[in-house]
């Protein structure tokens, strides 16, 4: 079976930093796209970013760039979400998401659209709190 399991949130004052990690069984990121996806409280689930497992590459939301950094670690088949410089507005429960045709990378990618029906599997979110 397709799992995954999103962790590492917590609170964390503005300014401050938390990595957040998605780790997946079932399956290989060698094969799959991995989103990242937030839901603040009386808001949409929105996307943030992801990762494309056959090569690497990164796509992320203008309201994460530069501050949010997709990474992954193979051999554990483990996705990690560094996220720094972080702002009261980032709050929310964060979750993982994977894409085995990779549609939604290449929504996001063409369209700068992350779509959460173009995700199959979804991991618990983690909720992440920054205070001011």
């Known amino acids: 079976d397709v799992q995954l399991q999103a962790s590492g949130g917590g609170l964390v004052q503005a300014g401050g930093s938390l990595r957040l990690s998605c780790a997946a069984s079932g399956f290989s990121f060698d094969d799959y796209s991995i989103g990242w996806f937030r839901q603040a409280p009386g808001k949409e689930r929105e996307g943030i970013g992801c990762y494309n497992g056959r090569d690497g590459s990164t796509y992320y939301v203008d309201s994460v760039e530069g501050r949010f950094t997709i990474s992954s670690d193979n051999a554990k088949n483990t996705v990690y979400l560094q996220m720094d410089d972080l702002k009261p507005e980032d709050t929310g429960n964060y979750y993982c998401?994977?894409?085995?045709?990779?549609?939604?990378?290449?929504?996001?990618?063409?369209?700068?659209?992350?779509?959460?029906?173009?995700?199959?599997?979804w991991g618990q979110g983690t909720q992440v709190t920054v205070s001011s």
């Open positions: 998401a994977s894409d085995r045709g990779f549609w939604g990378w290449s929504t996001a990618r063409t369209m700068g659209r992350m779509m959460t029906t173009l995700y199959e599997y």
